[in-house]
C-alpha cells in the first residue's frame, strides 16, 4: 500500500512543476552568488532532475504530465523577449541594415557547422538533419527539423545544449576577439544560443538583452529559409 501511495504521488503533474521550478530556483541562487559560469541554473537543474527521475524510476513521460505545463510557457517567454527590444527599438533601427546581413551569415554558419562536421564523422541522416536548426529557439527548431526530416526529439536536446553551451563559453569567447560594444555581444549571444544566450546576454544589461532577442527572431526566420537549402546541398 505504502509504494502505490508513492507511485500515486510520482504521478501527480504538479509534484513535477513544483520540483522543476523549485530545482531551477535553487541553482540559479547558487548562480548568481558563485558567478562560475559552469554552474549556469539550467545546467544544475537539469541534472538534478535526471537524477531524482533516476533515483524514483520515473519515466519520462509520468515527468511529461507536469513538465507539458512548464512547456507551454516557452512561446509566450520567448515572446516576452520582445519588451526589451521595444525600449532599446531607436538603437536597433539605427544598425538595421548590418543587422540584417550578420544574422543572414551567422544562420548561415550556425546550420553548415552543425551539418559538415556530422557529416564527415559519419553520423547518421536523422542526426545530422537534426543538428541543423540547434542554434535557434525550440519551436522553430523543431518545426525546421520536421520540415527537412529530422527527429525533433534530437533536436530539441541539440537545441538545449547549445543554449547551456552557448551561455557558458559565449561571453568568454567574444572577449578573447575583441567583442565590447553590448549590440554586438547580445546579437551574437541570441543568434548562437538562443533564449538560453539571450538570457545570459541580459545579465550585462537591457541593450544586450535587446539584441539577444532581435537576434533570436532573425536567426529563427533566417534559418527556417535557409536550413532547408543548404541541408540539400550538403546532402
Not at 530545482?23 to 559552469?38: F, M, N, P
Not at 564527415?120 to 536548426?133: I, Q, T
Not at 541580459?202 to 541541408?231: D, S
Request: aromatic fraction near 4%.
Amino acid at each position: 500500500m505504502r509504494l502505490e501511495a508513492l507511485e500515486s504521488i510520482g504521478a501527480l503533474p504538479l509534484l513535477w512543476v513544483t520540483l522543476s521550478l523549485l530545482a531551477y530556483a535553487l541553482s540559479r541562487r547558487l548562480y548568481l552568488r558563485l558567478r562560475v559560469a559552469a554552474l549556469h541554473p539550467v545546467v544544475l537543474a537539469s541534472a538534478a532532475l535526471i537524477a531524482v527521475l533516476r533515483l524514483t524510476d520515473t519515466t519520462y513521460e509520468t515527468y511529461m504530465q507536469g513538465g507539458r505545463l512548464i512547456e507551454f510557457f516557452l512561446g509566450p517567454s520567448v515572446v516576452a523577449l520582445a519588451v526589451p527590444l521595444y525600449l532599446n527599438l531607436q538603437e536597433m533601427k539605427s544598425s538595421a541594415p548590418s543587422l540584417l546581413v550578420v544574422t543572414a551569415f551567422g544562420s548561415a554558419v550556425g546550420v553548415v557547422s552543425a551539418v559538415v562536421p556530422a557529416l564527415l564523422m559519419g553520423a547518421p541522416e536523422a542526426v545530422v538533419l537534426g543538428l541543423a536548426p540547434k542554434s535557434v529557439t525550440t519551436p522553430i527548431a523543431i518545426s525546421v527539423a520536421e520540415g527537412i526530416g529530422g527527429e525533433p526529439a534530437l533536436t530539441a536536446s541539440f537545441v538545449v545544449l547549445t543554449g547551456v553551451l552557448g551561455a557558458i563559453i559565449g561571453p568568454l569567447l567574444l572577449r578573447l576577439v575583441g567583442v565590447r560594444h553590448p549590440v554586438a555581444f547580445g546579437l551574437a549571444m541570441g543568434s548562437a544560443a538562443h533564449g538560453i544566450g539571450t538570457a545570459r546576454a541580459l545579465e550585462n544589461g537591457r541593450l544586450e538583452g535587446a539584441a539577444g532577442g532581435l537576434g533570436i527572431c532573425l536567426c529563427g526566420v533566417m534559418t527556417a529559409l535557409i536550413a532547408p537549402l543548404l541541408t540539400g546541398l550538403l546532402l
